[in-house]
């Protein structure tokens, strides 16, 4: 077996030795999977896989959250602005990326981060999410429907929409 992230490396190893190549991420997972890594450490891998711009790593909500948190949520650090172009991209699902900003939302109103920061975060996710029409269209659906989304933290609600509001002003 070869622990390589390269595509020709795994290539030239198969043809010239018989080797079975294997991601870094794969190898994570597989080590979660058995017990040797915690959740918390395979998903704070992850985010730096992330940061380190590893073509083809698998993103979910944990790991957009645990991007944001390494880069002190600020959208212009790594690696939050990996997981950003990430969530941007055509080529991902609309539902999971509409799903992973979801479950930051949750995240951003249910910790102590500074209204500022989130509203940071929140504009540049709402930015890339923007680009794709289907989620434009659920991007506004939310905004009017925010009541349901927070219930009773009316504070994070009134946040969210201010931010919400202010972005689409200048969108």
């Given at each position: 077996?070869?622990?390589?992230?390269?595509?020709i490396q795994s290539q030239l190893g198969s043809g010239m030795f018989g080797t079975v190549g294997v991601w870094t991420q794969?190898?994570?997972?597989?080590?979660?999977?058995?017990?040797?890594?915690?959740?918390?450490?395979?998903?704070?891998?992850?985010?730096?896989?992330?940061?380190?711009?590893?073509?083809?790593?698998?993103?979910?909500?944990?790991?957009?959250?645990?991007?944001?948190?390494?880069?002190?949520?600020?959208?212009?650090?790594?690696?939050?602005?990996?997981?950003?172009?990430?969530?941007?991209?055509?080529?991902?699902n609309p539902q999971v990326r509409f799903g992973i900003f979801r479950q930051?939302?949750?995240?951003?109103?249910?910790?102590?981060?500074?209204?500022?920061?989130?509203?940071?975060?929140?504009?540049?996710?709402?930015?890339?999410?923007?680009?794709?029409?289907?989620?434009?269209?659920?991007?506004?659906?939310?905004?009017?429907?925010?009541?349901?989304?927070?219930?009773?933290?009316?504070?994070?609600?009134?946040?969210?929409?201010?931010?919400?509001?202010?972005?689409?002003?200048?969108?």
């Amino acid at each position: 077996m070869l622990w390589t992230d390269d595509v020709i490396q795994s290539q030239l190893g198969s043809g010239m030795f018989g080797t079975v190549g294997v991601w870094t991420q794969c190898v994570l997972a597989r080590l979660a999977d058995i017990g040797e890594l915690s959740r918390e450490e395979y998903v704070s891998a992850t985010a730096k896989l992330v940061g380190f711009e590893y073509a083809g790593t698998y993103m979910d909500g944990a790991v957009f959250i645990e991007s944001a948190m390494q880069a002190q949520f600020n959208p212009d650090s790594i690696p939050l602005r990996q997981a950003i172009e990430i969530l941007a991209s055509p080529q991902a699902n609309p539902q999971v990326r509409f799903g992973i900003f979801r479950q930051l939302l949750n995240h951003l109103y249910s910790t102590d981060v500074s209204p500022l920061r989130s509203c940071m975060v929140i504009r540049a996710c709402l930015a890339a999410l923007a680009q794709t029409p289907v989620l434009w269209q659920q991007l506004m659906i939310l905004r009017r429907n925010s009541r349901v989304l927070f219930g009773l933290n009316v504070i994070a609600e009134q946040q969210f929409n201010r931010c919400f509001d202010a972005w689409t002003q200048g969108y």
